[in-house]
C-alpha cells in the first residue's frame, strides 16, 4: 500500500516557565475594570480565578504585541516592554526570535508565522541575504502544499556510480558502492550537544528512528541497549585517536564516521578495506581551502564529507568564511571536475532556523545535521556558562518521551518549511534542490552589480 | 409649576434613562411601611427594604452614641427611598402626607450635626441619586442641578467651561441640597457672602408634592436656607457661577501665638487686600495636619492662610506684608494647607474618632472665646484644635474639635457630652450655634427669636400637618412618645451644662478623670482591624460618590462606608441578613473608594479581611459576584463612569494628569 512520509507531530508542553517575548506590566492605578480582558483575542488578560473582581497576571507568553490592550485600558495602567530575559537570549546567529521560534516549533510543530507586523529588515549577512525563487507560489492549489502533489524529500547517503556498464547479456557489470537513503535531508548530530544525558540520547535517537532519518553519536557514549534498541538509525563516531585497525563496529547502519586528522588517509584505507560494506564518513573542520579537502577525499573513494562548521556557520580559524559561501565553494570544485554525485556532502553547525536547511542545500550540500539546534527544541537557553548542574531548565533530566517529542516536532516543522520552499520554487524533489543557485537572490552580489552600473564600472 | 423646562441633564451618574440596576438577590420586604409605598409602583423611585440598608441611614456623619439609640431615640427608619425625579419625589411626599408618616430628608450625609438622622423612625428620602447636573449657562454664568449632586462633579464639571461655583462647603462630596437645608458657610463666604446670596432660585418640593419655584426675589427664598428639612425637600438649583480666578493663590503665614495669628488676620481683613478667603488654624491643627501630611513641611506653630484671587489683592496683601515685617512660607506648603480645607475630618484617623463644636461668633470675640476653651478642654484632660473660617460681618465660623475614640463607646460617650459642655462655654463666650441637628438642640433657645418664629409661621403653612423632619429644629422628639429626645431641650440641657460650666475646675476634672476612668475600664481588649479603620473613617461619602458598584446597585452597603458600617453595626450586635452579607462582596475593586479616601484608610485589604469574616458565617455567592462583573461589563453606566474616569478629576495615569494629557 502506498504511504505517504510523515513526521506525526503533537503538543509537546514546555517543563520550564516561558520566556515571553513581551511582558505587559499592570500599574497600580489599574480599576480591574476587565476593559483588556474584552481586547486581548490572545488571552493575555483574564480575570482572576480566585477572585474574578480582580484581573489576573497578564499570560505575557501569548502577547502578539498587537498593543490593543494598552490602546484600550482607560486607566492608561498597561505598559508593554521587550522581555529582558528574552532580549538577553542567545548570541550570534542564535537570536532571540531564532531560539523562541525553535521552541514554539517544538512545542507545537507547527509552522510559525511572522509578516504581520514584521518590521525587520529583508536581508542580512549570510543566509540572510539570499532569496529564494517563489515564482510558484501562486500557482492555484486544490488541498495546499503537503495535498497536491508529491514532493520527495528524500536524499541518497553515498558514493553514486557516475556511469553504468552492463555486460552483453545485461547484467550490471559495475559494481556499486554501497548507498544509504533517508527520507529527509537533516540527520541529527549529538556529538557537538554541550550536555547529553542518557535520557536525551535515547530520545534524540528514537526521534531518530521514527523519522527513519540517522543520529551521530560518540561510539563511546553508547550503551549496549541502546544498540539494541536503536542501532538501526545510530552511526558512530569514532573520536580521533582510536585505531581503526582494531576498532569493533556495531552491524546496523552500515555507516560509520572518523574526525579527519593527520593520519587521516591511513585511516581511511584500513577503514574502507576493513568495512568494505560500509558507507564512511569523514568529518572534517571547514578551514580555509576546505573544497581541496574534500577533493582529496573524492580521491580516497570516501562517500561522506561532513563538513563542520562554527556554531554561527562559519569557518574555523581565521578565514570565517560563512558556510553559504563555503559550500558553494565546494560544490562548484566538485563539479568543475565532473564529479559532484561521487560524494555526498553534509553540512553541520550554524543551522538556526527551518530556512537555513534549503539555503544550505542550495549553496551545494546535500544533506545537513542539526546539533544546536536540537538543544533548543529542548528548551535550552544558550548560557555561555553550560554545565548539567547549573542548567536552568534542567535539560539532562528530561524524559526520553518529552525529548523525542520536541523533537520531532521540531524536525517535522522544519521538513515542512522545507516542502513550502520546495513548492513556491516548482521543485519537487530535494536532491533537485542542490546547488541551484540560479534559483536564489544573492543579495550582496546584486548590490555589488548595481553599485558597478552607478559608478561606470560595467558588468560582471 | 414643574421642572420640564429645566433643560436637557448634561451629567448624572444616576439618570432615569441609565437607571437600570443589578439584580442582587434581596430580602422580602416585612415593613408595613416600605411595602405600602412599593405597592404605589412610583416611577422613578427605588424602595429600600432590606433592615440592613435602612441601618446605613440611622446615622450622619458622627455617630450617635449607642445609649442615645437605644433610650433616646428611634433612628432606624421604617423606609428608605431613593427618588431619581421630582415627580418620584413628589408622589412619595403625597404618600407620606396622606399616611401622616415623617419625611426625613437626606443628602450626601456628611453633616456631623444629626439633621438627617431619624429620631422617631419615618422615610428617610434619599435625594443623593437626584444628581444631575442639568445646565452650565456659560453666557448667563449660571449653573442648574438637581439637588443631589455633589459639589466635586460640579467643579469637575465647570472647570471644563474655565468657571466654579463662588463658595462651596469643607465637604466637596455632600449634596447642593444638603448646604441648601444645613448650613451656606464655608469656603469663600468671606468674600462671597452666604450661600443664598449665589443660589439664584430653588425648587422646593413641600408635602403636598406642590413643586414651588423659588427664587432670590421671593420672601420664602432665604428661609430655605438652614430650615433643615422643615418646609420641604429641596429638588433643583440654580447658582450663579464664576470665571476661575486666574491670579493670586494661597499664603500661609506661622505664627508663634493664636494671639499672634488673629491679630495678623484681623490686620488682613481691616486692610485693603479683599482676600477671597481667610483661615485660621491652630498649632494642634497644624500638628495632625503636618502629620497626616506625612512630612516635616510645616513648622509647628499657629497658621493663617489667606486666599488671593486677583493681582490687586497679591500686590496689596505683598505691601502689607512688607509694612508689617512679616514674611510668608514658601508657596507650596500654602498650597498644601489650602488643599486642606476640604479635608478637616482626615484627622479622625488619629482618635480614633473627633468630637467639637462648631459654632458662630463674632471675631472679637474669637480669641476670648478660645483661650476660654483651652483652658476648659484642658482641665478636662482634652486637646483641642481650632479652626477659624472668617465670614463677612466681623463674624467667623468656629470649629473646635478634639480627638475622641470611637473603640471606646463609654468614653466616647462622656467625650460627647464635653462636646456640649464645650459649646456651652463658646455660646457663654458670645457664640451662637452653626446648624441644630439633634446635637446642638440643647443650644436651640439662642438661635435668633424673630427668624425662627418666621420659619415656624412659614412651616404652618407649607406643612400644616408636621410631617417634615418631625421631632427635630422646633422640638426634639424620640422614643417614649418623644421623651427620648427631651434630654436635649434647652430648659432641661441648659442648667445641667450650666452648673457644669459654673463649677470649674472641679466640674471639668471630674469630666476628665470620669473620661481616664472608662479609658481603663472599658479599654476594648481586641480591635478589630475593619471595626478600627471604621472608626478612623472620616465618613464624609466621598467612597459613596465614586464607587461604580454604588451607581449600579443603588445600594450603599456595596460602598466602602456602608462596608464600615456594617462592620461597626455587626460588631455592636446588629444582626445582618445573608444577602446583607453577600451585598458585601459585590464589589469592582477598582480602589476608587482608596484613591478618593481624605484618611487614606487601606480600605481593600480591609475588604478582604471582612469578606473572609463574612464568608465563615454566610458563604460567598461566587456566582452573583460572577454575574454582577458580567452586568457592570455591559452596562452603559459603567461605561461612562470609566470613561469619565471614576474620580472625576484625579490623575488616570503614573504621570499624574488627565487621560488627554498623555
Not at chain 2, 480614633?352 to 480669641?367: D, N
Not at chain 2, 474616569?645 to 498623555?662: I, M, S, W
Request: proline share 5%; aromatic share 6%.
Amino acid at each position: 500500500m502506498y504511504e505517504r512520509y510523515h513526521i506525526p507531530m503533537k503538543i509537546v508542553e514546555p517543563r520550564a516557565p516561558r520566556i515571553p517575548e513581551f511582558t505587559i506590566s499592570r500599574a497600580d492605578n489599574c480599576i480591574n475594570c476587565g476593559r483588556c480582558e474584552q481586547a486581548c483575542i490572545y488571552g493575555v488578560h483574564k480575570r482572576s480565578e480566585s477572585d474574578p473582581r480582580e484581573m489576573a497576571d497578564p499570560v505575557n507568553h501569548l502577547c502578539k504585541n498587537c498593543f490593543r490592550c494598552v490602546a484600550e485600558c482607560p486607566q492608561r495602567a498597561l505598559t508593554m516592554s521587550n522581555g529582558a530575559e528574552y532580549c538577553s537570549l542567545g548570541r550570534g546567529v542564535w537570536t532571540p526570535l531564532r531560539i523562541s521560534t525553535i521552541w514554539g516549533e517544538a512545542e507545537t510543530g507547527k509552522i510559525p508565522v511572522f509578516g504581520a507586523g514584521y518590521s525587520g529588515m529583508f536581508s542580512g549577512p549570510h543566509f540572510d541575504g539570499m532569496w529564494t525563487d517563489m515564482s510558484e507560489i501562486v500557482r492555484p492549489t486544490r488541498d495546499g502544499i503537503h495535498g497536491r502533489e508529491f514532493i520527495s524529500t528524500s536524499v541518497d547517503i553515498g558514493r553514486l556510480p557516475l556511469s553504468l556498464q552492463f555486460t552483453p547479456s545485461g547484467a550490471l557489470r559495475t559494481e556499486l558502492p554501497p548507498l544509504l537513503e533517508i527520507p529527509i535531508p537533516m540527520v541529527l548530530d549529538l556529538t557537538r550537544l554541550r550536555i547529553k544525558s542518557e535520557w536525551m540520547i535515547r530520545g534524540i535517537a528514537s526521534a531518530a528512528k521514527h523519522m527513519k532519518t540517522y543520529v551521530f553519536a560518540d561510539i563511546d557514549s553508547l550503551t549496549q541497549d541502546m544498540l539494541s534498541d536503536y542501532g538501526d538509525c545510530i552511526v558512530p563516531v569514532i573520536p580521533p585517536g582510536k585505531d581503526v585497525s582494531t576498532i569493533e563496529l556495531p552491524n546496523g547502519t552500515g555507516m560509520v564516521e572518523l574526525t579527519v586528522e593527520t593520519s587521516w588517509k591511513n585511516d581511511s584505507k584500513t577503514l574502507l578495506s576493513r568495512f568494505p560494506e560500509m558507507v564512511v564518513s569523514f568529518r572534517v573542520k571547514a578551514r580555509k581551502g576546505i573544497e581541496d579537502t574534500v577533493l582529496e577525499m573524492l580521491d580516497r573513494d570516501i562517500a561522506v564529507a561532513h563538513i563542520d562548521y562554527d556554531d554561527d556557520g562559519e569557518e574555523h580559524g581565521a578565514s570565517k568564511r560563512h558556510a553559504s559561501e563555503s559550500l558553494l565553494a565546494i560544490h562548484s570544485k566538485l563539479v568543475s571536475v565532473g564529479r559532484r554525485d561521487a560524494i555526498t556532502v553534509m553540512a553541520g553547525g550554524g543551522l538556526a532556523a527551518a530556512e537555513h536547511v534549503p539555503k544550505s542545500i542550495l549553496c551545494g550540500a546535500d544533506i545537513v545535521s542539526l546539533d544546536k539546534a536540537l538543544l533548543m527544541a529542548l528548551e535550552c537557553r544558550d548560557c555561555v556558562e553550560c554545565a548539567a548542574s547549573s542548567c536552568p531548565v534542567d535539560i539532562a533530566a528530561a524524559s526520553s518521551e518529552w525529548v523525542e517529542g520536541r523533537v520531532m516536532n521540531m524536525v517535522g516543522a522544519w521538513r515542512d518549511q522545507l516542502l513550502e520552499v520546495l513548492g513556491a520554487m516548482g521543485i519537487r524533489e530535494v536532491r533537485r534542490l542542490r546547488g541551484e543557485v540560479g534559483r536564489a537572490l544573492f543579495f550582496d552580489k546584486l548590490e555589488e552589480e548595481f553599485k558597478a552600473a552607478l559608478v561606470g564600472g560595467g558588468r560582471r | 409649576m414643574t421642572s420640564s423646562d429645566v433643560g436637557r441633564p448634561i451629567h448624572g451618574k444616576g439618570l432615569p434613562s441609565t437607571r437600570e440596576l443589578f439584580g442582587a438577590k434581596d430580602e422580602s420586604i416585612r415593613d408595613r411601611v416600605s411595602q405600602r409605598i412599593v405597592e404605589l409602583g412610583i416611577p422613578n423611585l427605588r424602595v429600600v427594604a432590606a433592615s440592613g440598608e435602612r441601618m446605613l441611614y440611622s446615622r450622619d456623619q458622627s455617630e450617635i452614641p449607642r445609649i442615645l439609640k437605644t433610650f433616646a431615640f428611634r433612628t432606624h427608619p421604617d423606609a428608605v427611598v431613593q427618588p431619581l425625579s421630582v415627580e418620584a419625589l413628589s408622589a412619595v411626599l403625597r404618600h407620606a402626607l396622606s399616611e401622616g408618616t415623617t419625611v426625613v430628608p437626606r443628602g450626601a450625609g456628611s453633616s456631623p450635626f444629626g439633621g438627617s438622622v431619624p429620631v422617631m423612625g419615618g422615610i428617610v428620602v434619599d435625594m443623593s441619586r437626584m444628581d444631575a447636573i442639568l445646565e452650565v449657562d456659560e453666557d448667563d454664568k449660571t449653573l442648574t442641578v438637581q439637588a443631589g449632586a455633589r459639589w466635586a462633579d460640579i467643579d469637575h464639571e465647570l472647570s471644563k467651561s474655565g468657571l466654579r461655583v463662588p463658595t462651596c462647603p469643607s465637604s466637596k462630596f455632600s449634596t447642593v441640597g444638603g448646604w441648601i437645608a444645613t448650613g451656606g458657610l464655608g469656603i469663600n463666604s468671606y468674600s462671597k457672602g452666604h450661600l443664598s446670596a449665589n443660589v439664584l432660585a430653588l425648587e422646593l418640593v413641600s408635602p403636598d408634592g406642590v413643586v414651588r419655584r423659588l427664587s432670590q426675589a421671593d420672601p420664602e427664598f432665604a428661609q430655605v436656607f438652614g430650615s433643615e428639612g422643615q418646609l420641604g425637600v429641596v429638588a433643583t438649583a440654580t447658582i450663579a457661577v464664576a470665571e476661575i480666578p486666574k491670579v493670586g493663590g494661597p499664603h500661609l503665614l506661622l505664627f508663634d501665638s493664636s494671639k499672634e495669628a488673629l491679630e495678623f488676620a484681623g490686620k488682613v481683613l481691616a486692610s485693603d487686600v479683599e482676600p477671597g478667603h481667610v483661615i485660621y488654624e491652630s498649632e494642634s491643627k497644624i500638628r495632625l495636619v503636618s502629620g497626616a501630611l506625612g512630612g516635616e513641611h510645616l513648622r509647628m506653630l499657629d497658621a493663617v492662610v489667606v486666599s488671593l484671587e486677583c493681582q490687586e489683592s497679591e500686590e496689596r496683601f505683598a505691601k502689607l506684608l512688607k509694612k508689617l515685617g512679616a514674611s510668608e512660607q514658601k508657596e507650596y506648603v500654602a498650597r498644601y494647607l489650602w488643599n486642606e480645607r476640604f479635608f478637616p475630618m482626615k484627622v479622625r484617623t488619629e482618635g480614633p474618632g473627633m468630637l467639637g463644636a462648631e459654632v458662630l461668633i463674632p471675631t472679637k470675640k474669637l480669641g476670648g472665646a478660645m483661650d476660654g476653651a483651652t483652658a476648659a478642654c484642658k482641665a478636662m484632660g482634652l486637646d483641642p484644635m481650632f479652626e477659624v473660617h472668617y465670614l463677612p460681618d466681623g463674624e467667623a465660623l468656629m470649629l473646635c474639635f478634639f480627638l475622641a475614640d470611637q473603640g471606646n463607646t463609654f468614653a466616647y460617650t462622656v467625650d460627647a457630652f464635653k462636646s456640649l459642655v464645650l459649646t456651652r462655654l463658646l455660646i457663654d463666650a458670645g457664640a451662637r450655634p452653626y446648624s441644630i441637628g439633634i446635637w446642638n438642640h440643647a443650644f436651640s433657645d439662642h438661635l435668633d427669636r424673630s427668624e425662627r418664629e418666621a420659619l415656624e409661621r412659614l412651616k404652618a403653612k407649607l406643612d400644616p400637618l408636621e410631617i417634615m423632619n418631625t421631632g427635630k429644629y422646633f422640638a426634639l422628639s424620640g422614643r417614649w412618645a418623644g421623651l427620648g429626645g427631651k434630654i436635649f431641650d434647652p430648659r432641661i440641657m441648659k442648667p445641667v451644662l450650666e452648673v457644669i460650666v459654673k463649677l470649674p475646675p472641679l466640674s471639668f476634672s471630674l469630666l476628665g478623670k470620669l473620661s481616664g476612668l472608662l479609658r481603663e475600664r472599658f479599654e476594648p481588649r481586641r480591635r478589630d482591624r475593619i471595626v478600627a479603620i471604621a472608626d478612623e473613617c472620616a465618613m464624609c461619602g466621598s467612597c459613596v460618590s465614586v464607587c461604580p458598584a454604588y451607581q449600579l446597585t443603588g445600594d450603599e452597603r456595596v460602598t466602602a462606608r456602608g462596608k464600615l458600617i456594617t462592620a461597626k453595626a455587626m460588631a455592636g450586635g446588629f444582626p445582618i441578613s445573608r444577602e446583607h452579607a453577600h451585598r458585601i462582596f459585590l464589589c469592582m475593586r477598582c480602589k476608587a473608594c482608596e484613591q478618593v479616601c481624605q484618611s487614606k484608610l487601606a480600605l481593600i485589604p480591609a475588604f478582604e479581611e471582612f469578606e473572609g469574616v463574612l464568608e465563615k458565617s454566610f458563604g460567598k455567592d461566587a456566582k452573583e459576584i460572577e454575574r454582577f462583573l458580567r452586568f457592570a461589563e455591559r452596562s452603559p453606566v459603567y461605561d461612562a463612569l470609566i470613561a469619565d474616569g471614576l474620580v472625576v478629576g484625579a490623575p488616570r495615569h503614573e504621570q499624574g494628569g488627565e487621560l488627554r494629557d498623555v
